[in-house]
Protein backbone atom coordinates (compact mmCIF):
# COMPACT_ATOMS: atom_id res chain seq x y z
CA UNK A 1 0.00 0.00 0.00
CA UNK A 2 0.63 3.54 -0.88
CA UNK A 3 -0.02 5.62 2.05
CA UNK A 4 0.67 9.52 2.34
CA UNK A 5 3.80 10.62 3.36
CA UNK A 6 1.55 12.10 6.52
CA UNK A 7 -0.07 9.10 7.56
CA UNK A 8 3.14 6.93 6.78
CA UNK A 9 5.24 9.65 9.57
CA UNK A 10 2.03 9.12 11.77
CA UNK A 11 2.71 5.55 11.90
CA UNK A 12 6.36 5.60 11.93
CA UNK A 13 5.88 7.52 15.40
CA UNK A 14 3.30 5.31 16.90
CA UNK A 15 5.40 2.64 16.21
CA UNK A 16 8.32 3.43 17.20
CA UNK A 17 6.77 5.21 20.97
CA UNK A 18 3.68 2.70 21.53
CA UNK A 19 4.39 -0.38 19.35
CA UNK A 20 1.82 -0.76 16.10
CA UNK A 21 -0.77 -3.30 14.91
CA UNK A 22 0.10 -6.79 13.00
CA UNK A 23 0.46 -3.69 10.08
CA UNK A 24 4.21 -3.00 9.45
CA UNK A 25 4.17 1.11 9.00
CA UNK A 26 6.14 1.54 5.48
CA UNK A 27 8.89 3.45 6.44
CA UNK A 28 9.09 0.84 9.58
CA UNK A 29 9.69 -2.06 7.27
CA UNK A 30 12.12 0.02 5.35
CA UNK A 31 14.24 0.73 8.97
CA UNK A 32 13.72 -2.75 9.88
CA UNK A 33 15.52 -6.03 8.69
CA UNK A 34 13.74 -7.46 5.82
CA UNK A 35 13.30 -11.64 5.89
CA UNK A 36 16.93 -13.04 4.82
CA UNK A 37 17.29 -14.58 1.41
CA UNK A 38 18.59 -17.86 3.14
CA UNK A 39 21.97 -19.38 1.80
CA UNK A 40 20.32 -22.51 3.28
CA UNK A 41 20.47 -25.98 0.71
CA UNK A 42 17.50 -27.14 -0.63
CA UNK A 43 17.22 -30.97 0.23
CA UNK A 44 16.96 -33.44 -2.85
CA UNK A 45 14.78 -35.59 -1.63
CA UNK A 46 10.98 -36.91 -2.84
CA UNK A 47 8.60 -36.84 0.14
CA UNK A 48 5.77 -39.37 -0.31
CA UNK A 49 3.42 -39.84 2.07
CA UNK A 50 3.94 -43.03 4.97
CA UNK A 51 1.52 -45.50 4.88
CA UNK A 52 -1.66 -43.95 6.51
CA UNK A 53 -1.86 -46.16 10.36
CA UNK A 54 -4.61 -43.80 11.60
CA UNK A 55 -7.77 -45.65 13.07
CA UNK A 56 -11.06 -45.65 10.87
CA UNK A 57 -12.46 -41.92 11.72
CA UNK A 58 -16.23 -42.35 13.66
CA UNK A 59 -17.37 -39.29 12.91
CA UNK A 60 -20.09 -39.55 15.31
CA UNK A 61 -17.48 -39.80 18.38
CA UNK A 62 -18.36 -37.43 21.35
CA UNK A 63 -14.88 -36.38 21.01
CA UNK A 64 -15.73 -34.00 17.87
CA UNK A 65 -18.78 -32.50 19.99
CA UNK A 66 -16.24 -29.73 21.01
CA UNK A 67 -16.13 -29.00 17.24
CA UNK A 68 -19.71 -28.15 16.57
CA UNK A 69 -20.25 -24.98 14.66
CA UNK A 70 -23.39 -22.83 13.24
CA UNK A 71 -21.59 -21.70 10.00
CA UNK A 72 -22.95 -18.69 8.55
CA UNK A 73 -22.72 -17.18 5.17
CA UNK A 74 -19.43 -14.56 5.98
CA UNK A 75 -21.42 -11.11 4.83
CA UNK A 76 -17.76 -9.22 3.67
CA UNK A 77 -16.66 -12.65 1.76
CA UNK A 78 -19.56 -14.66 1.31
CA UNK A 79 -17.74 -16.57 -2.30
CA UNK A 80 -14.99 -18.37 0.61
CA UNK A 81 -16.95 -21.64 2.56
CA UNK A 82 -20.37 -22.68 2.35
CA UNK A 83 -22.53 -22.84 5.87
CA UNK A 84 -23.97 -26.40 4.62
CA UNK A 85 -20.89 -27.62 6.22
CA UNK A 86 -19.82 -28.12 9.33
CA UNK A 87 -16.12 -29.64 9.24
CA UNK A 88 -15.40 -30.91 12.91
CA UNK A 89 -12.08 -32.73 12.40
CA UNK A 90 -9.27 -32.34 9.37
CA UNK A 91 -6.97 -35.25 9.67
CA UNK A 92 -4.24 -33.69 6.72
CA UNK A 93 -1.65 -36.04 5.77
CA UNK A 94 0.89 -33.66 3.77
CA UNK A 95 3.93 -34.53 2.35
CA UNK A 96 6.35 -31.58 0.48
CA UNK A 97 9.06 -31.63 -2.23
CA UNK A 98 10.63 -28.64 -1.98
CA UNK A 99 12.94 -29.49 -5.15
CA UNK A 100 10.32 -29.30 -7.06
CA UNK A 101 7.57 -27.19 -5.27
CA UNK A 102 4.97 -30.42 -5.38
CA UNK A 103 2.65 -30.86 -2.46
CA UNK A 104 1.03 -34.01 -1.90
CA UNK A 105 -2.45 -34.62 0.58
CA UNK A 106 -4.90 -37.03 1.81
CA UNK A 107 -7.42 -34.70 3.79
CA UNK A 108 -9.80 -36.93 5.70
CA UNK A 109 -12.62 -34.56 7.22
CA UNK A 110 -15.31 -35.52 9.32
CA UNK A 111 -17.93 -33.25 8.69
CA UNK A 112 -21.99 -32.85 10.34
CA UNK A 113 -24.36 -31.47 7.06
CA UNK A 114 -26.33 -28.87 8.28
CA UNK A 115 -28.83 -29.11 5.69
CA UNK A 116 -30.33 -31.69 3.51
CA UNK A 117 -28.96 -31.34 0.03
CA UNK A 118 -27.53 -33.20 -3.32
CA UNK A 119 -24.00 -32.02 -2.69
CA UNK A 120 -21.24 -30.91 -0.15
CA UNK A 121 -18.99 -27.72 -1.18
CA UNK A 122 -15.05 -27.18 0.14
CA UNK A 123 -12.83 -24.74 -0.86
CA UNK A 124 -9.77 -26.37 -2.06
CA UNK A 125 -7.22 -24.51 -4.61
CA UNK A 126 -7.47 -24.40 -8.61
CA UNK A 127 -3.69 -24.81 -8.58
CA UNK A 128 -4.34 -28.65 -6.68
CA UNK A 129 -5.32 -31.43 -8.95
CA UNK A 130 -8.29 -34.19 -6.95
CA UNK A 131 -7.78 -37.92 -7.90
CA UNK A 132 -10.30 -39.24 -6.06
CA UNK A 133 -12.47 -38.33 -3.24
CA UNK A 134 -14.69 -40.87 -1.65
CA UNK A 135 -17.83 -40.48 1.61
CA UNK A 136 -17.76 -42.61 4.24
CA UNK A 137 -15.45 -44.79 1.93
CA UNK A 138 -17.29 -45.33 -1.93
CA UNK A 139 -16.00 -43.22 -4.44
CA UNK A 140 -18.37 -40.12 -5.11
CA UNK A 141 -18.90 -38.03 -8.42
CA UNK A 142 -17.07 -34.23 -7.53
CA UNK A 143 -16.42 -31.14 -10.06
CA UNK A 144 -13.59 -29.02 -9.32
CA UNK A 145 -14.45 -25.65 -10.82
CA UNK A 146 -11.98 -23.12 -9.82
CA UNK A 147 -11.31 -23.15 -6.19
CA UNK A 148 -14.66 -24.93 -5.94
CA UNK A 149 -14.61 -28.58 -4.86
CA UNK A 150 -18.22 -29.93 -5.28
CA UNK A 151 -19.34 -33.43 -4.26
CA UNK A 152 -22.42 -34.69 -5.43
CA UNK A 153 -23.87 -36.96 -3.18
CA UNK A 154 -27.49 -36.84 -0.96
CA UNK A 155 -27.11 -35.52 2.87
CA UNK A 156 -29.29 -35.00 5.45
CA UNK A 157 -29.45 -32.07 8.10
CA UNK A 158 -27.26 -33.43 11.27
CA UNK A 159 -26.17 -36.63 9.95
CA UNK A 160 -22.30 -36.91 9.62
CA UNK A 161 -19.87 -37.69 7.26
CA UNK A 162 -15.87 -39.15 6.43
CA UNK A 163 -14.81 -37.24 3.43
CA UNK A 164 -11.36 -38.24 2.33
CA UNK A 165 -9.98 -35.84 -0.53
CA UNK A 166 -6.61 -37.42 -2.31
CA UNK A 167 -5.03 -34.64 -4.24
CA UNK A 168 -1.35 -32.86 -5.04
CA UNK A 169 0.05 -30.05 -6.87
CA UNK A 170 2.05 -26.72 -6.75
CA UNK A 171 0.41 -24.75 -4.18
CA UNK A 172 -0.49 -20.96 -5.35
CA UNK A 173 -1.23 -18.32 -2.90
CA UNK A 174 -4.54 -16.15 -3.59
CA UNK A 175 -5.12 -12.89 -3.48
CA UNK A 176 -5.79 -10.86 -0.34
CA UNK A 177 -8.59 -8.41 -0.42
CA UNK A 178 -5.94 -5.97 1.60
CA UNK A 179 -4.39 -3.06 0.85
CA UNK A 180 -1.76 -3.30 3.35
CA UNK A 181 1.82 -2.94 2.95
CA UNK A 182 3.01 -6.01 4.69
CA UNK A 183 1.15 -8.94 2.57
CA UNK A 184 -0.99 -8.95 -0.34
CA UNK A 185 -1.31 -12.68 -0.93
CA UNK A 186 -2.76 -15.51 1.70
CA UNK A 187 -2.19 -18.83 2.03
CA UNK A 188 1.02 -21.61 0.91
CA UNK A 189 3.71 -19.73 0.37
CA UNK A 190 7.19 -21.19 -0.94
CA UNK A 191 10.47 -19.64 -0.27
CA UNK A 192 13.29 -19.39 -2.77
CA UNK A 193 15.21 -22.55 -1.27
CA UNK A 194 12.08 -24.58 -1.36
CA UNK A 195 10.74 -23.98 1.91
CA UNK A 196 7.14 -22.95 2.50
CA UNK A 197 5.08 -21.11 5.05
CA UNK A 198 1.13 -20.13 5.26
CA UNK A 199 -0.66 -17.10 6.76
CA UNK A 200 -4.16 -16.54 5.59
CA UNK A 201 -6.32 -14.37 6.88
CA UNK A 202 -9.06 -13.94 6.30
CA UNK A 203 -9.28 -16.73 4.11
CA UNK A 204 -6.46 -18.96 2.09
CA UNK A 205 -6.43 -21.95 4.12
CA UNK A 206 -7.85 -23.47 0.59
CA UNK A 207 -4.51 -22.93 -1.16
CA UNK A 208 -3.03 -26.03 0.43
CA UNK A 209 -6.37 -28.27 2.11
CA UNK A 210 -9.54 -28.43 1.25
CA UNK A 211 -11.57 -26.58 3.74
CA UNK A 212 -14.72 -24.89 4.82
CA UNK A 213 -12.32 -21.54 5.44
CA UNK A 214 -14.86 -19.24 7.12
CA UNK A 215 -14.37 -18.03 10.55
CA UNK A 216 -17.62 -19.32 11.72
CA UNK A 217 -16.39 -23.23 11.43
CA UNK A 218 -14.01 -24.25 14.44
CA UNK A 219 -12.58 -27.72 13.81
CA UNK A 220 -10.36 -30.17 15.36
CA UNK A 221 -6.59 -31.05 13.20
CA UNK A 222 -4.21 -33.26 12.99
CA UNK A 223 -1.90 -32.87 10.40
CA UNK A 224 1.19 -34.87 9.43
CA UNK A 225 3.97 -33.71 6.92
CA UNK A 226 6.22 -35.44 5.73
CA UNK A 227 9.35 -33.61 3.87
CA UNK A 228 13.14 -34.83 3.11
CA UNK A 229 15.63 -34.65 6.40
CA UNK A 230 17.07 -32.59 7.62
CA UNK A 231 13.91 -30.44 7.46
CA UNK A 232 10.71 -30.24 9.49
CA UNK A 233 7.14 -29.60 9.19
CA UNK A 234 5.65 -27.23 11.91
CA UNK A 235 2.13 -26.72 12.34
CA UNK A 236 -0.71 -26.01 15.40
CA UNK A 237 -0.99 -28.05 18.45
CA UNK A 238 1.39 -30.42 20.08
CA UNK A 239 4.22 -32.00 18.06
CA UNK A 240 3.00 -35.83 19.23
CA UNK A 241 5.31 -37.87 16.87
CA UNK A 242 8.14 -37.75 14.95
CA UNK A 243 9.71 -39.85 12.36
CA UNK A 244 12.89 -40.57 10.05
CA UNK A 245 12.30 -43.21 7.75
CA UNK A 246 14.39 -43.30 3.84
CA UNK A 247 15.74 -39.22 4.48
CA UNK A 248 12.22 -38.16 4.92
CA UNK A 249 11.00 -36.87 8.08
CA UNK A 250 7.73 -37.23 9.26
CA UNK A 251 5.83 -34.88 12.17
CA UNK A 252 2.61 -34.98 13.68
CA UNK A 253 0.57 -32.45 15.06
CA UNK A 254 -2.61 -32.60 17.33
CA UNK A 255 -4.47 -29.45 18.02
CA UNK A 256 -7.10 -30.34 20.18
CA UNK A 257 -9.39 -27.20 20.64
CA UNK A 258 -11.13 -26.39 17.22
CA UNK A 259 -10.01 -23.52 15.72
CA UNK A 260 -11.29 -21.27 12.39
CA UNK A 261 -9.21 -22.32 9.14
CA UNK A 262 -7.72 -18.81 9.14
CA UNK A 263 -5.93 -19.45 12.34
CA UNK A 264 -4.35 -22.94 10.99
CA UNK A 265 -0.55 -22.53 10.21
CA UNK A 266 2.15 -24.68 8.58
CA UNK A 267 6.03 -23.66 8.03
CA UNK A 268 8.48 -26.02 6.21
CA UNK A 269 12.60 -25.54 6.21
CA UNK A 270 15.64 -26.18 8.42
CA UNK A 271 14.25 -25.37 12.01
CA UNK A 272 16.26 -25.35 15.25
CA UNK A 273 13.84 -25.78 18.44
CA UNK A 274 14.25 -24.42 21.70
CA UNK A 275 11.78 -23.76 24.78
CA UNK A 276 11.43 -21.62 27.97
CA UNK A 277 8.85 -21.67 30.40
CA UNK A 278 6.36 -18.80 31.84
CA UNK A 279 6.25 -18.40 35.52
CA UNK A 280 2.88 -19.87 35.33
CA UNK A 281 4.37 -22.71 34.15
CA UNK A 282 3.31 -22.66 30.24
CA UNK A 283 6.57 -23.98 28.29
CA UNK A 284 6.53 -21.94 24.86
CA UNK A 285 8.30 -23.29 22.02
CA UNK A 286 10.39 -21.41 19.55
CA UNK A 287 11.00 -22.73 15.90
CA UNK A 288 13.60 -20.47 14.29
CA UNK A 289 14.84 -20.95 10.99
CA UNK A 290 18.57 -22.72 11.84
CA UNK A 291 20.97 -20.40 9.95
CA UNK A 292 18.76 -17.41 12.11
CA UNK A 293 19.63 -18.74 15.77
CA UNK A 294 19.94 -15.23 17.15
CA UNK A 295 16.67 -14.55 17.02
CA UNK A 296 15.55 -16.96 19.36
CA UNK A 297 16.95 -15.20 22.01
CA UNK A 298 14.74 -11.73 21.83
CA UNK A 299 11.57 -14.56 21.40
CA UNK A 300 12.00 -15.88 24.79
CA UNK A 301 10.11 -12.68 26.37
CA UNK A 302 6.82 -14.25 25.65
CA UNK A 303 7.45 -16.34 28.75
CA UNK A 304 7.45 -12.39 30.53
CA UNK A 305 4.71 -10.96 28.25
CA UNK A 306 2.22 -14.23 28.85
CA UNK A 307 2.25 -13.61 32.35
CA UNK A 308 2.08 -10.03 32.39
CA UNK A 309 -0.81 -11.31 29.87
CA UNK A 310 -2.57 -13.80 32.77
CA UNK A 311 -2.83 -11.57 35.28
CA UNK A 312 -5.35 -9.34 32.96
CA UNK A 313 -6.78 -12.22 30.88
CA UNK A 314 -6.79 -15.17 33.28
CA UNK A 315 -5.15 -18.47 32.76
CA UNK A 316 -3.42 -18.95 28.92
CA UNK A 317 -6.64 -20.56 27.28
CA UNK A 318 -4.71 -23.77 25.11
CA UNK A 319 -2.92 -26.69 26.36
CA UNK A 320 0.45 -25.63 24.04
CA UNK A 321 2.17 -22.12 22.79
CA UNK A 322 4.74 -21.38 20.60
CA UNK A 323 6.27 -19.33 17.71
CA UNK A 324 6.84 -20.28 14.18
CA UNK A 325 9.51 -17.79 12.20
CA UNK A 326 8.89 -17.56 8.53
CA UNK A 327 9.92 -15.24 5.58
CA UNK A 328 6.64 -13.29 6.03
CA UNK A 329 6.43 -9.59 6.81
CA UNK A 330 3.50 -9.97 9.65
CA UNK A 331 2.15 -11.49 12.77
CA UNK A 332 -0.09 -13.62 13.09
CA UNK A 333 -2.39 -15.04 16.21
CA UNK A 334 -2.37 -18.66 14.07
CA UNK A 335 -3.53 -20.86 17.29
CA UNK A 336 -1.17 -22.28 19.85
CA UNK A 337 1.54 -21.61 17.13
CA UNK A 338 2.36 -17.97 16.19
CA UNK A 339 3.57 -17.21 13.25
CA UNK A 340 5.88 -14.16 13.01
CA UNK A 341 7.68 -12.86 10.21
CA UNK A 342 11.73 -12.84 11.32
CA UNK A 343 11.59 -9.23 10.89
CA UNK A 344 13.02 -6.99 13.56
CA UNK A 345 10.01 -5.61 13.76
CA UNK A 346 7.28 -8.53 14.20
CA UNK A 347 9.62 -10.43 16.33
CA UNK A 348 9.42 -7.56 19.07
CA UNK A 349 8.37 -7.59 22.24
CA UNK A 350 5.02 -5.49 21.36
CA UNK A 351 4.46 -7.75 18.55
CA UNK A 352 4.94 -10.90 20.66
CA UNK A 353 2.55 -9.63 23.60
CA UNK A 354 -0.02 -8.64 20.98
CA UNK A 355 -0.14 -12.15 19.30
CA UNK A 356 -0.58 -14.21 22.19
CA UNK A 357 -3.25 -11.37 23.54
CA UNK A 358 -5.01 -12.82 20.65
CA UNK A 359 -4.90 -16.51 21.72
CA UNK A 360 -7.90 -14.86 23.88
CA UNK A 361 -9.48 -12.63 21.59
CA UNK A 362 -9.75 -14.17 18.46
CA UNK A 363 -8.67 -17.68 18.82
CA UNK A 364 -10.68 -19.11 22.13
CA UNK A 365 -13.43 -16.95 21.07
CA UNK A 366 -13.86 -15.66 17.10
CA UNK A 367 -16.06 -13.49 15.52
CA UNK A 368 -18.56 -15.86 13.25
CA UNK A 369 -18.12 -13.44 10.36
CA UNK A 370 -15.44 -10.88 9.33
CA UNK A 371 -17.24 -7.82 9.93
CA UNK A 372 -16.21 -8.36 13.17
CA UNK A 373 -12.67 -8.71 13.16
CA UNK A 374 -12.42 -5.06 15.14
CA UNK A 375 -13.42 -8.04 18.20
CA UNK A 376 -9.82 -9.60 17.59
CA UNK A 377 -7.95 -6.48 16.98
CA UNK A 378 -9.56 -3.64 18.91
CA UNK A 379 -8.56 -5.71 22.27
CA UNK A 380 -5.35 -6.83 20.96
CA UNK A 381 -4.08 -3.64 20.10
CA UNK A 382 -5.59 -1.65 23.20
CA UNK A 383 -3.67 -4.66 25.91
CA UNK A 384 -1.03 -3.74 23.69
CA UNK A 385 -1.24 0.23 24.17
CA UNK A 386 -1.72 -0.88 28.03
CA UNK A 387 1.35 -2.68 28.49
CA UNK A 388 3.94 -0.69 25.86
CA UNK A 389 2.48 2.46 28.18
CA UNK A 390 3.82 0.16 31.21
CA UNK A 391 7.19 0.16 29.51
CA UNK A 392 7.62 3.37 28.88
CA UNK A 393 6.37 4.67 32.18
CA UNK A 394 3.69 6.77 30.48
CA UNK A 395 0.10 6.99 31.61
CA UNK A 396 -2.10 4.64 29.08
CA UNK A 397 -3.91 8.11 28.37
CA UNK A 398 -0.74 9.16 26.14
CA UNK A 399 -0.52 6.11 24.15
CA UNK A 400 -3.97 6.94 23.31
CA UNK A 401 -3.88 10.28 22.48
CA UNK A 402 -1.50 8.88 19.93
CA UNK A 403 -3.82 6.05 19.09
CA UNK A 404 -6.28 9.18 17.97
CA UNK A 405 -4.21 11.34 16.51
CA UNK A 406 -4.31 8.60 13.18
CA UNK A 407 -7.46 7.30 13.95
CA UNK A 408 -10.01 9.32 12.18
CA UNK A 409 -7.47 9.38 9.02
CA UNK A 410 -7.90 6.05 9.36
CA UNK A 411 -11.24 5.45 9.14
CA UNK A 412 -12.04 7.68 6.46
CA UNK A 413 -10.21 5.22 4.18
CA UNK A 414 -10.96 2.40 5.01
CA UNK A 415 -14.59 3.20 6.55
CA UNK A 416 -15.91 2.86 10.12
CA UNK A 417 -14.00 -0.24 12.32
CA UNK A 418 -17.34 -2.40 11.47
CA UNK A 419 -18.62 -1.57 8.40
CA UNK A 420 -15.18 -1.21 6.52
CA UNK A 421 -14.38 -1.40 3.24
CA UNK A 422 -14.08 -5.47 2.20
CA UNK A 423 -10.86 -4.76 -0.27
CA UNK A 424 -9.07 -2.87 2.83
CA UNK A 425 -9.23 -6.20 5.10
CA UNK A 426 -7.26 -5.91 8.31
CA UNK A 427 -6.26 -1.77 7.95
CA UNK A 428 -5.61 0.69 11.13
CA UNK A 429 -9.26 1.31 11.60
CA UNK A 430 -10.34 -2.42 12.66
CA UNK A 431 -7.54 -1.71 15.39
CA UNK A 432 -7.28 1.83 16.95
CA UNK A 433 -10.60 2.85 16.88
CA UNK A 434 -12.20 0.00 18.93
CA UNK A 435 -9.08 0.19 20.81
CA UNK A 436 -9.92 3.77 21.80
CA UNK A 437 -13.52 2.42 22.66
CA UNK A 438 -12.03 -0.12 25.15
CA UNK A 439 -10.19 2.90 26.68
CA UNK A 440 -13.26 4.96 26.82
CA UNK A 441 -15.24 2.21 28.25
CA UNK A 442 -12.90 1.83 31.00
CA UNK A 443 -13.11 5.13 31.81
CA UNK A 444 -16.34 5.48 32.34
CA UNK A 445 -17.01 1.97 34.12
CA UNK A 446 -13.61 1.94 36.26
CA UNK A 447 -10.71 -0.28 36.24
CA UNK A 448 -12.00 -3.13 38.25
CA UNK A 449 -15.69 -3.73 36.04
CA UNK A 450 -13.68 -3.15 32.82
CA UNK A 451 -10.97 -5.95 33.78
CA UNK A 452 -13.63 -8.00 34.89
CA UNK A 453 -15.81 -7.85 31.62
CA UNK A 454 -12.01 -8.27 29.84
CA UNK A 455 -11.75 -11.41 31.63
CA UNK A 456 -15.10 -13.10 31.67
CA UNK A 457 -15.60 -12.42 27.81
CA UNK A 458 -13.63 -15.32 26.47
CA UNK A 459 -14.05 -17.26 29.41
CA UNK A 460 -18.06 -16.92 28.81
CA UNK A 461 -18.16 -19.73 26.09
CA UNK A 462 -14.55 -20.42 25.71
CA UNK A 463 -13.99 -22.29 22.35
CA UNK A 464 -16.93 -21.24 20.54
CA UNK A 465 -18.00 -18.25 17.72
CA UNK A 466 -19.82 -15.15 18.63
CA UNK A 467 -20.36 -11.96 16.81
CA UNK A 468 -21.78 -8.85 17.66
CA UNK A 469 -25.12 -9.90 17.78
CA UNK A 470 -24.19 -11.36 21.20
CA UNK A 471 -21.36 -9.72 22.10
CA UNK A 472 -23.21 -6.21 22.04
CA UNK A 473 -25.80 -7.28 24.35
CA UNK A 474 -23.94 -8.51 26.63
CA UNK A 475 -21.30 -5.53 27.02
CA UNK A 476 -24.73 -3.42 27.64
CA UNK A 477 -25.65 -5.91 30.20
CA UNK A 478 -22.24 -6.46 32.24
CA UNK A 479 -21.33 -2.60 32.30
CA UNK A 480 -24.47 -0.67 32.12
CA UNK A 481 -23.56 1.06 29.15
CA UNK A 482 -26.03 2.29 26.48
CA UNK A 483 -25.62 0.18 23.44
CA UNK A 484 -25.28 3.40 21.38
CA UNK A 485 -21.62 4.18 23.03
CA UNK A 486 -20.74 1.03 21.24
CA UNK A 487 -22.39 1.60 17.95
CA UNK A 488 -21.11 5.33 17.63
CA UNK A 489 -17.40 3.55 18.16
CA UNK A 490 -17.87 1.31 15.73
CA UNK A 491 -20.21 2.14 12.93
CA UNK A 492 -19.15 5.93 12.64
CA UNK A 493 -17.92 7.71 9.81
CA UNK A 494 -16.11 9.76 12.18
CA UNK A 495 -14.14 9.45 15.50
CA UNK A 496 -16.60 9.81 18.21
CA UNK A 497 -15.48 12.08 21.10
CA UNK A 498 -13.04 11.58 23.73
CA UNK A 499 -13.84 11.95 27.47
ZN1 LIG B 1 -3.72 -8.47 15.62
New binding site residues.
Given amino acids: MRRTATLGALLLTATLVAGC??DEPDSATKAGSTPSASAVETPSGTASLPADEDPAPDPDDPALDPALSQPVEDSVYPDVGDPSVDSLHYDLDLAWTPATLTLEGVATIELRSTADGDHLQLDLGEALEVSTVTLDGADVPFEHTGKDLVVSTPVVKDERYVLEVHYSGIPEPTAAPTTRSDFNTTGWTTTPDGGAWTMQEPYGAFTWYPVNDQPSDKALYDISITVPAPWVGVANGELVDQQEHDGLTTSSWHLSSPASAYLITMGIGDYTHTSNTSKSGVEISYWVPSDRPGLADGLEYAATGLDWLEAKLGPYPFDSLGFLLNDSRS???TQTMISLGATDYTTSPAVLV??M??QWY?DEITPDDWRDVWM??GM??YLQGVWQAEQDGRSVDEVMDEYASFEMMMREESGPPAAYDPTQF?EGNV?YGPALMWHELRKQIGDELFFQVVRDWPARDPDTNAGRDVYLPWLVEQTGVDRAFFDDWLLSPTTPERS
Fill in positions: SDGMEHEAHGNEAMGY
